[in-house]
């Protein structure tokens, strides 16, 4: 934390005591959410469900999407989540909560916020944890009024002593952002308020997602006392055409090295720090950043040359990943990355299975060395459900080959493989116009030969690969007898389950990377999810996946080769992995 937020706490001291004068108590309010989840019919999960994750976070039933709050208070990891208490399609909107003291294992509360007052009597939507400068969390989140107008409110713990903050209170001032004639914010596009930070003024900055026609823009708002709330004039970014900016998310990166940033420290002496502003396009249902400069006086963000705030800037994933949220964990002096993947399969299957969304695994995130990309890896929490290990070394995939592991239990794994690609020079020369990753994975394949790749893996596979989920590289000059090279990193579910009805898109992404080093792959396998990670988190891809053959027992891992080249996996480990302890 740095000096100047610091020299707040007197203030802030100040301010809870007057704060918490004027709360509305709601003990009383409990009975409400209890008769809500009591007169649900929802189906509660049977014991035949091998599309549950062992892992990844899931509720033990109904709709999540969107991950919200998260944050570290007296040692304890907090996730809150949209949640539907009624049942597995997206409704009745609260915030479901849970915590955790390894962001792996988790234990379930009540749910922390949810429709009481007319302020958030239609949903309480997403929003974010700030952590005073006393100490103190408080959450801003977007309430649905009785008009249906998208407002911002403020809850608190109600007992600061609780690590677990089970019991929420919100304020009577509430909402205390609103849209109205005279700021003309659009009523129905006005949500998701981000952690909020101190500016050189030493007065609070928030930003909120929102749309006029079709600009997607993130409102600023300043405060003094966090309470009274005034719209700055301008927004802090606004892109024309790219529509509603959801879930918005803001915070500094070091330039140089991997450690965390707080969200509102300036850095220290002489540290470089750039800023990433992140936006959940509405449209696409992508998440996108751009890395630039915080102008802190004109309170305007400048992406750096070559970025722009729309659907052409990088994702975080390629596949499916949204509302995605990042906090500082003061702990590990790391910035940790939550992401929603929802499902692949029909809304009547949801239903059925009495259950929709995951969390991925946490990530740190962190700037790669080049200030052009984001680096994201699983935090390492996530190693401690390792348990059998298999490991292989300096085995040849010869053209069209593959190589199964067997031992360990591939319907529940953490796989990490490094390829040498040998003869670089017979790669193919990528057409000039192949500028979508997506679509040269959707047109080429894993069937189809390349001078280089498809090499990979192949998981999630039953025996005889009527089904399998193959995640796999290409790599392509960049031009004819240049050494250049441009590596295309795919996830093809088109064959993942014999089922019909999923949703089997192929996804791709370009890994930044030299292939003349070798190339790098973990995927986390998790029975209905693969989390792949390419270039050591230069890339990375979720897939959501549904075999009928590939389950449990009978799923099967294979590293393959089918390009025309020999391939050497210099190494590969691959962990079976525990379930983690989660409801
Ligand atoms: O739960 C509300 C929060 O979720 C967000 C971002 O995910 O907005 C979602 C949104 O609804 C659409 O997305 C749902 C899943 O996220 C989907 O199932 C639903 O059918 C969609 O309409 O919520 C509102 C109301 O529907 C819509 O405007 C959004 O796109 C986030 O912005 C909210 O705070």
Known sequence: MTKDVCSNIGLWLLFTL?????????????????????????????????????????????????????????GIYHLFYQWNPKGAVWGNIVWAHSTSTDLINWNPHPPAIFPSEPFDINGCWSGSATILPDGKPVILYTG??????????????????????????????NPLMAPDAVNGINASSFRDP????????????????????????????????????????????????????????????????????????????????????????????????????????GDKFIPDKGFKMDGTAPRYDYGKYYASKTFYD???NRRVLWGWTNESSSVEDDVEKGWSGIQTIPRKIWLGRSGKQLIQWPVREVERLRTKQVNLRNKVLNSRSRLEVYGVTAA????????????LEKADVIEPSWT?????????????????????????????????????????????????????????????????????????????????????????IDHSVVESFGGRGRACITSRVYPKLAIGKSSHLFAFNYGSQSVDVLSLSAWSMKSAQIS
């Open 330 to 332: 003061s702990a590990k």
């Open 194 to 297: 981000t952690t909020a930070w101190l500016g050189h003024d030493k007065k609070w900055r928030v930003i909120i997602g929102s749309k006029i026609h079709r600009r997607g823009l993130a409102i600023t708002y300043t405060s003094k006392d966090f309470l009274k709330w005034e719209k700055s004039p301008e927004p802090l970014h606004y892109d024309d055409g790219s529509g509603m900016w959801e879930c918005p998310d803001f915070f500094p990166v070091t330039r140089f090295g991997s450690k965390g940033v707080e969200t509102s420290s300036f850095g220290e002496p002489n540290e470089v720090l750039k800023h990433v502003l992140k936006i959940s396009l509405d449209d696409t249902k992508h998440d996108y950043y751009t890395i630039g400069t915080y102008d802190r006086v």
């Open 18 to 74: 007057l704060l918490s004068n004027y709360v509305v108590d709601l003990e009383a309010s409990h009975h409400v959410y209890n008769r809500l989840t009591q007169s649900s019919n929802t189906k509660s999960p049977s014991v035949n469900q091998p599309y549950r994750t062992g892992y990844h976070f899931q509720p033990p039933k109904n709709w999540m999407n969107d991950p919200n709050g998260p944050m570290i208070y007296k």
């Open 436 to 524: 979508d990753p997506q679509l040269i994975c959707s047109k080429m394949n894993v069937s189809v030969k390349s001078g280089l790749g498809p090499f990979g893996l192949m998981v999630l596979a039953s025996k005889n690969l009527e089904e399998y989920t193959s995640v796999y590289f290409r790599i392509f000059k960049a031009h004819q007898n240049s050494n250049k090279y441009v590596v295309v990193m795919c996830s093809d579910q088109s064959r993942s389950s014999l089922e019909e009805d999923n949703d089997k898109t192929t996804y791709g992404a370009f890994v930044d990377i030299d292939p003349r080093q070798p190339v790098s792959l973990r995927a986390l």
């Open 412 to 423: 529940q794994a953490d796989v990490e493989v490094l390829f040498k690609v040998r003869n």
């Open 144 to 173: 649905i009024d009785p008009k249906n107008q998208q407002v911002q409110n403020i809850a608190e713990p109600k007992n600061l002593s609780d690590p677990y903050l089970v019991e929420w209170k919100k304020s009577p001032l």
